[in-house]
């Protein structure tokens, strides 16, 4: 169940969101990896998981800090629709929709390092929006070698 006005006041707040994408993602990569056929695919998708949960270790240590954002937040511009890999019909789309979603997070971590005063919290968020830009590159690579 998502929020109806993707509005955020708090730091706190956003963590907490910022924190449940990442269990989303972590949780999407794992499901891929069971559907996936070719060994290399599935073994990216469990490598990718992880790491989304090593971002997730990230944040949550970053809930008991109390940073102001530059103004309240509207992220309604990255709101990513969950999606059970089940609707996918082949390897290629369910990679389209991972490309798809990193880059969304990506773009999220950058808008949040914009909006936030703490340089500590803004180089957190510049690393997670890289690390969701290296994990785009790496499914498109993916992408490509099915196109093959």
């Given at each position: 169940?998502?929020?109806m ?46 790491e989304?949960l ?8 970053e ?8 103004s ?77």
């Open positions: 169940m998502g929020r006005n993707w509005k955020f006041v708090s730091y706190k707040e956003i963590i907490a969101y910022a924190i449940g994408r990442e269990v989303k993602a972590h949780r999407l990569y794992m499901d891929l990896s069971k559907v996936m056929v070719h060994p290399e695919t599935q073994q990216l998708c469990e490598e990718l998981a992880n989304e090593e971002h997730k270790a990230r944040l949550e240590q809930m008991a800090r109390k940073y102001e954002f530059v309240p937040a509207d992220l309604s511009a990255y709101k990513i629709p969950d999606r059970n890999v089940n609707i996918f019909k082949n390897r290629r789309s369910m990679l389209s929709f991972a490309i798809k979603k990193e880059q969304e997070a990506a773009g999220l971590y950058r808008k949040l390092a914009e909006l936030i005063r703490n340089e500590d919290a803004r180089q957190l968020f510049m690393w997670l929006a890289e690390e969701e830009s290296r994990h785009k590159q790496q499914v498109g690579l993916e992408y490509n070698n099915c196109l093959k």
